[in-house]
């Protein structure tokens, strides 16, 4: 199980509190997904996984936010091996990023997975567009039995679409936001087409989700509140495996899209070691004391090892407090340990803070002035 060099007192009453209104929110699915998540969606996600290794050479994974980092975190950082090589879409608004990745899908065979809650976001819309006219060019009437939709259960217009063109579909639960939202078949669909073992992945989520878990959870969320509470605004999280920074943001996303809101929150922040010592570093060792460090340490081999303990120790003495977070191990289990630690550590930071965890009213913000076609003005 995770390991931490760190033992605040934890309030056990506010806790208490504080986990009863994290579950009983409309947005506490998340809660019990390692729980729950029921055996025949697990079968049904195998069995496209089975059926896109079968058809397609590239999976293109389309989808921004929420929809995309958590599985994109696992993958690149495990670099399973499939015979499916996974392709991302639909996360920027880049016209040249999109040619680049249907270039790179070229003549192959391909399938098209969409993921979207909501299924109006402008960025996969583009992206969905694009390849779905590329599959009506290579596979005619065929097509649409090569598309995959995880999107919401009942609405949305991609749910619509999907339901009228007998897209395969998954449910992105009506109680589970897109950042909470990678144990559910948003993650667990292209994690398998992967070739990650999401069984495993799952059972590192279910050894978090007991006492032992949440009460580390709740250790790391009260530390964060004490620090921020002593004006240390930004957070950085630091990992010395180059494979993890897609994991790093994901953990921005989690914590920033829960924790920044009502001119409130703690800025996260991320650098991987030791390439950015020989950059950040210096401000890291030396400048402005308003950050803390959250080493992720993952295991690793001697000769970084020596590295993880020089910065612990480096940064130790240039007045910054460093959080250890030990990694029992590189692997499914590993990093579904440590996305239930993150999720429940975040709610409950967020609660801490006296902010809603599972809205995001400064990115609905954005959404509504892209479609209704407004510039911001800069102000000073
Ligand atoms: O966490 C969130 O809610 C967001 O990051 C969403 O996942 C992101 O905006 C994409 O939204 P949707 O899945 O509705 O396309």
């Not at 006219?133 to 995959?148: C, F, H, N, P």
């Not at 878990?213 to 509470?229: H, S, V």
């Not at 002593?230 to 630091?238: G, H, I, L, S």
Request: glycine letters at 10%; proline letters at 3%.
């Amino acid at each position: 199980m995770i390991m931490l060099n760190f033992n605040p007192e934890v309030d056990q009453g506010k806790l208490a509190e504080i986990l009863a209104s994290i579950r009983g929110d409309a947005m506490g699915g998340w809660v019990d997904l390692p729980k729950n998540i029921l055996i025949d969606e697990i079968l049904s996600i195998k069995e496209a996984a089975k059926k896109i290794t079968e058809e397609a050479e590239y999976l293109v994974c389309i989808g921004i936010g929420g929809s995309y980092l958590g599985h994109r975190a696992i993958i690149e950082a495990l670099s399973p091996k499939s015979d499916v090589k996974i392709v991302y879409a639909g996360n920027s608004l880049s016209q040249r990023e999109l040619n680049r990745v249907l270039t790179e899908v070229g003549d192959a065979d391909f399938s098209v997975l969409v993921i979207s809650k909501s299924g109006t976001t402008l960025e996969p819309k583009v992206a969905f567009e694009a390849f779905k006219k590329k599959l009506v060019e290579k596979y005619g009437e065929q097509a649409s039995s090569r598309i995959y939709a995880t999107t919401d259960a009942h609405k949305g217009e991609l749910h619509d679409e999907a339901v009228q063109n007998g897209y395969t579909r998954f449910i992105v639960p009506d109680n589970v936001g897109g950042r909470y939202s990678v144990l559910s078949a948003v993650g667990l669909l292209p994690l398998a087409v992967a070739g990650v073992d999401i069984d495993k992945l799952l059972e590192g989520a279910t050894e978090m989700y007991g006492d032992a878990g949440i009460q580390a959870a709740a250790k790391y969320a009260w530390l964060r509140w004490m620090l921020f509470e002593r004006n240390y605004d930004t957070e950085v999280f630091a990992s010395f495996e180059p494979s993890t920074a897609y994991f790093n943001e994901w953990l921005k996303q989690l914590f920033g899209e829960s924790e920044g809101k009502g001119k409130k929150g703690i800025f996260p922040a991320s650098l991987i070691y030791s390439t950015d010592l020989h950059s950040m570093g210096q401000f890291m060792q030396d400048g402005r004391r308003n950050l803390w460090e959250t080493i992720i340490d993952y295991p690793t081999d001697e000769l970084n090892r020596k590295v993880v303990k020089a910065v612990r120790a480096a940064h130790s003495q240039g007045g910054i407090p460093v959080l250890n977070i030990g990694v029992p191990s590189y692997d499914e289990k590993g990093f579904g340990e440590l996305i239930y630690f993150f999720e429940m550590a975040c709610a409950i930071s967020a609660k801490l803070q006296g902010v809603n965890p599972f809205d995001q009213p400064g990115v609905e913000a954005y959404k509504k002035l892209l479609k209704d076609g407004q510039n911001g003005k800069a102000t000073l």
